[in-house]
Structures are given as C-alpha cells and as structure tokens.
C-alpha cells in the first residue's frame, strides 16, 4: 500500500512540479503550437520534395512523436529541476522506496502524451487530410498508450543517465530529436544506411511508430500483437536500465558526498 | 570609442566568454537544424532538382535563427537563475545595447551552426556546395546574421517579463523555421501565412542566399523572372528595412519593459 502511495504521489508531483518553470497557459500552448509546427514542417518538406503521396506517413509519424515531448524532455526536466532548484539531496534523504518513486515521476507524464497524440491526429486529419476512416479505435488507443508507456521509460532511462551530468536538459534536446531520424517518423527505418538500421530498434517508438501506421489503417490488436510485445519488452528493459543509472547514481553520490558533482 | 558602442562590444565580448566557459550549451541549438537537415537530406536521397541546396542552406539558416532565439531565451534565464538580472537593469546603460551586444553574438555563434551543416551535408551526403557569387553570397551571410540578431532583440525584450523564457523559446524555433520557408517554397504555405513570413527579414535573406548560390534556383520572393543581381539585391534592401523596423520595435519595447519591471518591482518574479 505504502509503495502505490508513493507512486501515487511521485506521478502527481512531478507533474506538479513542472508548473513551477512551464506556466499552465504556456502548458496549453506548447501543446498545441509545438505539435502543430513539428508537423507542419515536416509535411512541407515531404510534399516539395516527394509529392502528396507522403504527407499522410510524415502526418501520423510526427502525430505520434509528439508523445516524446512529453515523456522524454519533462521527464529529464525533473532530474534537470532536482539539481538546479537543490532538491536532489532531500529526494535522496527521503526513506521512500525507490523504485515507486522512480517511476511514478513518469506516469502522469503519460496521460499528458496521450493527450498530445490526440491533439496531432486531429491536426492530421483537419489540416493534412490523413483519413482515419479505416482506423481499428481500440488497437489505435492501446497502441498510442503503450507507445506513451515504454517511451516514458525511454525518458527515465535518459533521466537516470541525466543525473551524472551538469546539464540534463542538454541530453533530453539530443535523445529527443534523434528520434526523429531513426524511428521511422519522417521515412522508412528501411532508407536509413543499412549499418544504422538496427540503431532504430532500440528506440521504443520505432515499434510504436510503425503499429500506428497499421492501426490507422485498420489492422487489429492481434494483426500487431508480435510489434507491441517487442515495444513493451524494449520500454521494460529501458526502465530497469533508468533504475540501475538512478541506484548507482545515488550509491555514487552517498559514498563520495558530492550529490550535485556527481 | 563611443560609449554606445563600448557597451555593445563588452555585452558581446561577455557573451563570448560564457559561451567559451560553458561550450555545451552549443548542442541544443543546434541538434534541431542539424536533425531537420539530416531528415531533408534523407527524403531527398532519391530526388533530383535544386532539394539540396533548399535542404543544406535552409538547414544552415536554421542553425543561426536557433542560436539567437536559444540564447536569446536563455540569456535572460540566466541572468534570472543567477539573479544578475536586477543588476544588468539598473546600470545606467540602456538594457537594449547590453542585449544588442548579445545578440550580435550568439548570431555569430550561429553562424558556425550554418558552417557545421554545410560540412556534414558536404561529407556526409556528397551535397556540392559550389557557391556562384561569392561576393554577394558574404553580403547576403553578413546581412541576414545582423538581421537575425535584430529580430533576436525583439524576442528578448519579451523574454524579460516571461517566467517561460525557454519553454517560449522551443516553441518559436519550429514556427519560426515553418513560417520563413527555410526548407521549402513559401508558396507551399497557406495563402494567410504569406504576409507572416514576407514580415520576417529571414525570408529575405535565404533568397539572397540560395539567389546567390546557384543558377538553378529562382526566386521565391516578388522578383522572379529578374536577373539574379537585381533580385538579390531587392532582397537585401527589404531585408535591411526590416531589420531597422525590428531595431526600432525593440528599444520601444525594451522601454516599456524597463518602465514596467521598475514600478511594479516584480522582475524577479516575473
């Protein structure tokens, strides 16, 4: 019981926690302004250099990349804010159990994703034309929630690696836009050079990417069961990679004394 | 030297000595037009037609706007986290030489985003990068860096009274590349985006740029079927009016925020 608590109360504060430097306002903003622009650019691009015929793939990959904003840049920010604001030392003093309090930090975050994954699909359906017509809505939700999930974990496992560095946000800037090259977002994991293809696969949102293009086109849960379970796995793995950052990290900074240096 | 001017050159000169302290804070700004002109490049692999030179210069011209919006955002940040703020307010120097300095700066630092992207789209994807008119290719660089710092001076008038300097900041960067065509026509936008994008320097200037690049390239602005000469310099003089008209909004506007921030004393609040 004690352990869903401060689960519980790590998801809640930490989204909390982010209004003290995004404002709610500007918090509505962004979602819209920077989904809306991400998108935007990406399709111009696609449509001078490749014609109409790819508006719809660069829509529904940069729709859903969109749930890294959330999942990847918050959930560094909140080691980011740990350091700067002095609070890293009283998150390490506190006898909570880590690992509710390690993860909890992501979860809200993943409500927050989903709802900027809906924002972009009406964007690609209004403004871009992507028809949902043939969309399977419940292997659409399930995909779009798993992809939040294992990408948050994707975040904590850069949030984790974060903590060993001055300056978090540098790696969440990094980790987030790579994204854009290697997950199939803007073209096929296919046309990158064949060497860095596996690279693609290690990213949760290359699974997710390319599941929602199936949704969307009307494939069913059990039609990308084998993409989702690969998702899962890849998301799982990253967590427990981010809880292992996060304990070495803390035993570091107990035993030479230097929590902020480390 | 006059004092304007030995305001300006020690804001810059300070700029500089934090960016050499702090050199990380270079791979924010620019991981996103380097990433954009990677993802360009990629779609184009199997193209024909002048997508490179849009992709490579666009790219270029990306990195030196998301310096100056990046720094110019951050700059007040810091100062902010620092609380230096109130004592860069309260020299008798006006706050919009002191920015001005800083701009001028972070320009120049983009300037070397612009070289970066030109050096990996040259070894990387085999992009050649022949330049037609050398001279009037430094005139067209040299402008749209001082244009981009002016239009840095405006943003960073607003970021003093915003507590979401940053966050503001990594919302204008993509509009901001949308809306000035820096990889595709203008054209391509919505009719009702034209004016937005005509009202930006930036527009201008990747004309002049990619004018003065190649041949195979016509313009984008209101000076097709001109000869080449003629419209990049058409482009430079909007260019060069703008950016006066940005120079002018900013020191109303750094009045006003000066005015505010001392009556109402809640700069650090802000």
Not at chain 1, 55 to 79: C, D, E, K, Y
Not at chain 2, 109 to 137: D, K
Not at chain 2, 190 to 208: E, R, S
Request: glycine content about 8%; proline content about 5%; aromatic content about 14%.
């Amino acid at each position: 019981m004690s352990r869903l608590r401060i689960f519980f109360s790590s998801a809640v504060f930490s989204f909390k926690a982010q209004f003290s430097w995004l404002n709610p306002s500007m918090w509505l903003t962004m979602k819209f302004v920077l989904s809306l622009s991400q998108m935007a650019f990406f399709v111009f691009v696609g449509l001078f250099i490749r014609g109409p015929d790819v508006i719809s793939f660069i829509a529904i990959g940069n729709a859903l990349q969109v749930v890294s904003w959330n999942t990847v840049f918050s959930v560094v920010a909140i080691a980011a804010h740990d350091k700067w604001d002095g609070t890293l030392p009283l998150v390490l003093a506190t006898p909570a159990s880590r690992l509710p309090l390690f993860i909890g930090r992501a979860m809200i975050h993943v409500l927050d994703g989903m709802l900027s994954v809906a924002i972009s699909f009406a964007f690609a359906a209004f403004l871009f034309g992507v028809n949902f017509g043939q969309a399977n809505v419940l292997t659409l939700v399930v995909t779009v929630l798993v992809t939040a999930f294992t990408m948050a974990g994707y975040g904590l496992m850069i949030g984790g690696l974060a903590f060993y560095f001055r300056e978090p946000v540098i790696f969440a800037n990094i980790f987030l836009f790579i994204l854009l090259v290697f997950c199939g977002v803007n073209f096929p994991v296919k046309d990158l050079p064949q060497p860095l293809q596996p690279i693609s696969y290690v990213f949760p949102l290359t699974y997710g990417v390319e599941a929602t293009r199936s949704a969307i086109s009307g494939a069913s849960l059990f039609d990308i069961s084998t993409l989702l379970g690969q998702q899962l796995l890849v998301g799982l793995l990253s967590i427990m990679l981010g809880y292992f950052f996060f304990r070495t990290f803390e035993h570091l900074a107990r035993k030479t004394g230097r929590i902020e240096a480390v | 030297m006059p004092q304007t001017l030995r305001v300006i050159y020690s804001a810059f000169r300070m700029a500089m000595l934090h960016w050499i302290a702090d050199p990380q804070w270079v791979i924010p700004n620019i991981i996103a037009p380097f990433v954009f002109t990677t993802v360009a490049l990629t779609l184009f692999k199997d193209s024909t037609g002048p997508f490179g030179l849009y992709a490579v210069l666009g790219g270029g011209m990306m990195g030196m706007w998301g310096n100056t919006l990046y720094s110019s955002g951050f700059a007040i940040e810091f100062e902010k986290w620092q609380g230096t703020l109130e004592e860069v307010l309260v020299t008798p120097s006006k706050l919009i030489y002191i920015i001005a300095g800083r701009s001028a700066s972070n320009a120049l630092f983009g300037l070397t985003n612009m070289m970066a992207v030109l050096l990996i789209a040259s070894l990387g994807f085999r992009i050649p990068l022949g330049i037609e008119n050398p001279f009037l290719f430094a005139i067209s660089m040299v402008l749209t860096l001082l244009s981009v710092s002016t239009l840095g001076l405006i943003f960073a008038s607003a970021f003093v009274l915003s507590r979401s300097a940053q966050t503001l900041t990594n919302g204008l960067e993509i509009p901001l590349y949308v809306i000035s065509g820096s990889m595709f026509p203008i054209a391509l936008l919505p009719f009702w985006i034209h004016p937005a994008a005509y009202a930006l320097g930036p527009t201008w200037g990747i004309d002049a740029i990619r004018l003065a690049t190649s041949q195979e390239y016509s313009s984008q602005t209101f000076w097709a079927g001109m000869s080449v000469d003629v419209a990049i310099i058409l482009d430079l003089a909007v260019m060069s009016l703008l950016s006066l008209t940005y120079v002018v909004i900013a020191s109303i506007l750094f009045k006003m925020v000066e005015k505010k921030t001392r009556i109402q004393g809640t700069l650090v609040e802000a």
